[in-house]
């Protein structure tokens, strides 16, 4: 039912009214925008993206359809929003609609991106949902009101230990996967480093059995203070002595672990386009990033810690080396590909093994 009205309501009351997309009825989330033009099954299938309506701020979605290996990836996103969307694919095998029914996500086309976008940024965080129905709308807004994210980490890692081979390895990593999109490991196999991608609940004791060279917290969802077990365990992973890396919800923790604070950033970092400068060269880095929080500059202890990146925007933290232990962390995801201007973390990380 192509042309099937739908509605994105705000926590404030406002309504933007569109096409229903995907499947018809109601999604609850928190409402985020995206400035990547890359695939939505990459994005939608992110799990820092769990409990989040991702609003899709280019205007045209969907004109290539979606790929079978696309296909394979569990969407983690609550609902999904464009301006326009294309019912037909030249490369995919089904169409962006048919995909979001299948997987059962709740879906709106048609709406003023633009605009939703401006109210987003402009308030900060707006809880929100995409309904076919505003009968009871009273009701709605008070749902969308007590909507929370909880249990993010534990819904999106892995159930049991899974082994990633390299082709040429020279060291062993152990995976600490609070919800990392599987496209970051490869930063990590195509420099020689076996893979041991383990649950977030994972204990020092079970690490040290697997003897790993070096321990990488990867990126998640939600508020990193929702997970006190968590960061208690990294405390007791810097006791293995073996470098430590972390990026996005990783890097947060462990700077929680230092007893440094996490405050909720006004508007957030969302995309591909967030620039990083490093303190000590000037050097500048367009990185991607999807967050809502950060590590708060004033809380970092310049006896355990050294701030080494803000972003240009903010002057937000964006990269941290820690004094006491062997270990460092990034606010956002490096890529793997050798021609970025942020594939150089890979590469400190692996060089730290070799010491």
Same mark, same amino acid.
């Given at each position: 039912?192509?042309?099937?009205?739908?509605?994105?309501?705000?926590?404030?009351?406002?309504?933007?009214?569109?096409?229903?997309?995907?499947?018809?009825?109601?999604?609850?989330?928190?409402?985020?925008?995206?400035?990547?033009?890359?695939?939505?099954?990459?994005?939608?299938?992110?799990?820092?993206?769990?409990?989040?309506? =991702?609003?899709?701020?280019?205007?045209?979605?969907?004109?290539?359809?979606?790929?079978?290996?696309?296909?394979?990836?569990?969407?983690?996103?609550?609902?999904?929003? =464009?301006?326009?969307?294309?019912?037909?694919?030249?490369?995919?095998?089904?169409?962006?609609?048919?995909?979001?029914?299948?997987?059962?996500?709740?879906?709106?086309?048609?709406?003023?991106?633009?605009?939703?976008?401006?109210?987003?940024?402009?308030?900060?965080?707006? *809880?929100?949902?995409?309904?076919?129905?505003?009968?009871?709308? &009273?009701?709605?807004?008070?749902?969308?009101?007590?909507?929370?994210?909880?249990?993010?980490?534990?819904?999106?890692?892995?159930?049991?230990?899974? *082994?990633?081979?390299?082709?040429?390895? *020279?060291?062993?990593?152990?995976?600490?996967?609070?919800?990392?999109?599987?496209?970051?490991?490869?930063?990590?196999?195509?420099?020689?480093?076996?893979?041991?991608?383990?649950?977030?609940?994972?204990?020092?004791?079970?690490?040290?059995?697997?003897?790993?060279?070096?321990?990488?917290?990867?990126?998640?969802?939600?508020?990193?203070?929702?997970?006190?077990?968590?960061?208690?365990?990294?405390?007791?992973?810097? *006791?293995?002595?073996?470098?430590?890396?972390?990026?996005?919800?990783?890097?947060?923790?462990?700077?929680?672990?230092?007893?440094?604070?996490?405050?909720?950033?006004?508007?957030?970092?969302?995309?591909?386009?967030?620039? =990083?400068?490093?303190?000590?060269?000037?050097?500048?880095?367009?990185?991607?990033?999807?967050?809502?929080?950060?590590?708060?500059?004033?809380? =970092?202890?310049?006896?355990?810690?050294?701030?080494?990146?803000?972003?240009?925007?903010?002057?937000?933290?964006?990269?941290?080396?820690?004094?006491?232990?062997?270990?460092?962390?990034?606010?956002?995801?490096?890529?793997? &590909?050798?021609?970025?201007?942020?594939?150089?973390?890979?590469?400190?990380?692996?060089?730290?093994?070799?010491?």
């Amino acid at each position: 039912m192509k042309n099937k009205k739908a509605y994105l309501v705000l926590a404030d009351g406002t309504v933007f009214n569109g096409i229903s997309m995907g499947k018809e009825g109601t999604a609850l989330g928190e409402v985020v925008f995206n400035t990547c033009t890359a695939s939505y099954g990459e994005l939608l299938s992110d799990p820092t993206y769990y409990g989040q309506i =991702v609003a899709q701020t280019y205007p045209l979605v969907g004109n290539r359809g979606v790929e079978k290996r696309e296909n394979g990836s569990k969407i983690m996103a609550s609902g999904y929003v =464009v301006r326009e969307w294309c019912d037909t694919g030249d490369l995919g095998e089904e169409t962006l609609d048919s995909y979001l029914k299948e997987c059962g996500i709740v879906g709106i086309c048609g709406i003023d991106t633009r605009r939703l976008t401006r109210a987003v940024r402009d308030k900060g965080y707006m *809880k929100g949902a995409i309904t076919d129905n505003l009968n009871d709308f &009273d009701v709605l807004i008070k749902n969308i009101k007590n909507y929370t994210i909880s249990g993010a980490v534990d819904a999106v890692t892995v159930k049991e230990p899974q *082994k990633l081979t390299a082709k040429n390895p *020279k060291y062993n990593v152990a995976v600490i996967d609070y919800g990392s999109p599987r496209r970051t490991l490869d930063g990590f196999l195509s420099r020689g480093c076996n893979l041991t991608v383990v649950p977030a609940d994972f204990t020092a004791a079970q690490l040290k059995e697997l003897s790993p060279d070096g321990i990488f917290l990867s990126d998640g969802p939600a508020d990193p203070d929702d997970n006190p077990k968590l960061i208690e365990n990294i405390r007791e992973f810097k *006791k293995l002595g073996v470098p430590m890396f972390g990026i996005g919800l990783g890097h947060q923790m462990l700077a929680l672990s230092e007893e440094f604070k996490i405050e909720k950033m006004p508007q957030g970092h969302r995309g591909s386009n967030q620039p =990083v400068v490093i303190k000590s060269t000037g050097k500048l880095m367009v990185t991607v990033q999807n967050h809502g929080y950060s590590v708060e500059v004033p809380s =970092v202890c310049a006896d355990k810690a050294e701030i080494t990146m803000v972003n240009v925007n903010d002057g937000s933290c964006e990269g941290i080396d820690y004094k006491n232990f062997s270990g460092f962390g990034v606010q956002f995801t490096p890529d793997s &590909d050798r021609d970025s201007s942020t594939s150089w973390i890979f590469d400190r990380f692996v060089d730290m093994m070799g010491e």
